[in-house]
């Protein structure tokens, strides 16, 4: 699944050809992505100016001129397209998806066309009131996000004190901190020295102090590098992420440590694949 370097990169692709345009029409292929579209959901799109494109952890977020956020989540498998007559620069290139799984078209009013391609469909997009955006169900209870003022060791030591669940676990929560997920938590953990398996209850203090600024360091750079490319993940303008090509440990198994070239492990916790030098992470 797209995690937020990934989704910040869409974000980025997308603005310069959706901010301050309006969209003339709403071509929608379906009735349903993971959920049902929002009831008159074209009609409620279409003419609306497009005020601002942001991104709150893994969502998009597209404010709207009628007084409404459009809210797009990529799921495991979303991708967007740009193309049409008013496309420009490197965003004019398609991403390659089948068009049989071509979902959802917004005709912007300069000729442009963003697609939403999702094969597996567990994407989705919402209509929801901007003045009451903070109340939004699928973001209200998501902690600070990384390289926000919100986020920092004192978070860490508030939010995983007392918790017994390994570290990886706590930290792929998204009430403790917003937009991680499985490749940059391995990656973080490496940075900070600290293993997967520890207890998250024993972080706070110093440990927290090495992990909050190895998390936002992480993160910077992979949104610096356009992300990771995995499986069917692409960017809105066709180009692949390269952060998986500076990548310490995940998805390295048997491969030397970039620290100290021990062998790298992998483990199953809570069904996902965990990468770790068991030599620099205690």
């Not at 001129?65 to 496309?87: D, N, Y």
């Not at 917004?106 to 109340?135: A, C, K």
């Not at 919100?150 to 508030?158: E, G, I, Q, W």
């Amino acid at each position: 699944m797209p995690e937020l370097p990934e989704v910040e990169t869409v974000r980025r692709g997308l603005a310069p050809v959706m901010e301050g345009k309006t969209v003339r029409a709403v071509s929608v292929a379906r009735p349903d992505l993971r959920f049902p579209f929002p009831p008159r959901f074209a009609e409620r799109v279409t003419g609306a100016r497009i005020e601002r494109l942001g991104r709150k952890a893994k969502f998009l977020a597209a404010e709207l001129s009628t007084g409404e956020v459009l809210i797009m989540h990529l799921g495991m498998s979303g991708r967007f397209s740009i193309g049409g007559s008013g496309a420009i620069g490197t965003y004019a290139q398609d991403t390659g998806g089948n068009p049989a799984h071509d979902h959802v078209v917004f005709h912007i009013q300069d000729g442009t066309t963003v697609t939403y391609n999702d094969p597996r469909r567990f994407g989705f997009m919402e209509l929801w009131p901007s003045d009451m955006f903070d109340s939004y169900p699928r973001l209200r209870s998501l902690g600070p996000e990384p390289l926000s003022n919100l986020f920092s060791a004192a978070h860490l030591d508030r939010a995983l004190k007392g918790k017994q669940t390994p570290i990886k676990s706590a930290l792929l929560d998204q009430s403790i901190v917003a937009g991680l997920g499985n490749i940059y938590v391995c990656e973080a953990l490496h940075r900070s020295g600290i293993s997967p398996r520890r207890k998250a209850s024993t972080i706070p203090g110093t440990r927290a102090i090495r992990l909050a600024p190895a998390i936002n360091e992480t993160i910077a750079e992979a949104i610096d590098a356009g992300g990771s490319t995995l499986r069917d993940f692409a960017h809105a303008d066709g180009a692949l992420g390269y952060f998986q090509h500076r990548f310490r440990v995940y998805d390295r198994a048997g491969e030397p440590c970039p620290v100290c070239t021990s062998p790298i492990r992998r483990i199953v916790q809570s069904g996902r694949s965990t990468f770790f030098c068991g030599t620099c992470q205690r």
